[in-house]
């Protein structure tokens, strides 16, 4: 039961590379989510999926995007990376709307 | 816009002391209400939830938390504390009608004396 799996756990990047931010759960779960979180600022929404080939916009998207082209997977990319991107990133899924949360690990990115 | 104030950014407490964490969110309609808990270097975890019924909530390891509506609040508490709930815990709000998204407070890090 591997439930929500974020790879890579730790990545360093230099400003203006891209990368993709992988997130897979195998729990048939429609809505999923991408957070970040920094410290003292809890955790901010970035974009969030309703289910495959639906997406939008959360609290803080610039420099992000997203595709869903399958119920299980859920990447976040980023594209011309900035300093300001700096933070951990959890992804999550969940049943149905308001329902609790399930997270995958964390991926912890710096941006040099 | 709607928003989750938890009063402690940290908290220190020795061991076998009483534990209360307050939570207060700005939303007047139906919500679905919860607490996590971030231990160090892991992912959140789910304490508790409220999404009808009963206003004090049991959740996992002794937590319990009380929705209080006149007061917009859910407070978290647990009689004892215990050295290993030393963590981060969030409380965090779904407005109803939303597409589930959680609103999270900022954290309150509880550390615990032994």
């Known amino acids: 039961n591997a439930g929500v799996t974020q790879t890579p756990k730790f990545r360093i990047l230099k400003i203006g590379q891209s990368m993709t931010l992988q997130c897979t759960q195998d729990?048939?779960?429609?809505?999923m989510y991408w957070y970040r979180q920094d410290p003292g600022m809890g955790l901010k929404l970035i974009y969030y999926?309703?289910?495959?080939?639906?997406?939008d916009k959360g609290e803080v998207p610039n420099g992000y995007n997203v595709s869903r082209s399958t119920t299980e997977d859920f990447p976040l990319r980023l594209e011309l990376a900035a300093p300001s991107q700096t933070s951990v990133y959890f992804c999550?899924?969940?049943?149905?709307?308001?329902?609790?949360?399930?997270f995958g690990s964390g991926t912890r990115l710096t941006v040099v | 816009a709607q928003s989750v104030s938890q009063h402690n950014h940290h908290v220190i407490l020795s061991e076998a002391a009483s534990l209360e964490l307050g939570c207060n969110y700005s939303?007047?309609?139906?919500?679905?209400l919860f607490w996590y808990v971030q231990y160090p270097g892991q992912h959140l975890q789910l304490l508790l939830k409220?999404?009808?019924?009963?206003?004090l909530v049991k959740g996992i390891k002794g937590f319990e938390a009380e929705f209080i509506k006149s007061k917009f609040s859910f407070n978290l508490r647990k009689p004892s504390v215990q050295w290993s709930d030393t963590a981060e815990y969030f409380c965090?709000?779904?407005?109803?009608?939303?597409?589930?998204?959680?609103?999270f407070g900022k954290g309150t890090k509880l550390s615990v004396k032994p």
């Open positions: 999926s309703v289910g495959a080939g639906i997406t």
């Open positions: 409220y999404f009808s019924g009963d206003p």
């Open positions: 939303y007047g309609g139906t919500v679905n």
């Open positions: 729990m048939n779960h429609n809505y």
């Open positions: 999550a899924s969940s049943f149905n709307a308001g329902g609790g949360y399930t």
């Open positions: 965090a709000v779904t407005p109803g009608g939303s597409q589930g998204n959680l609103i």
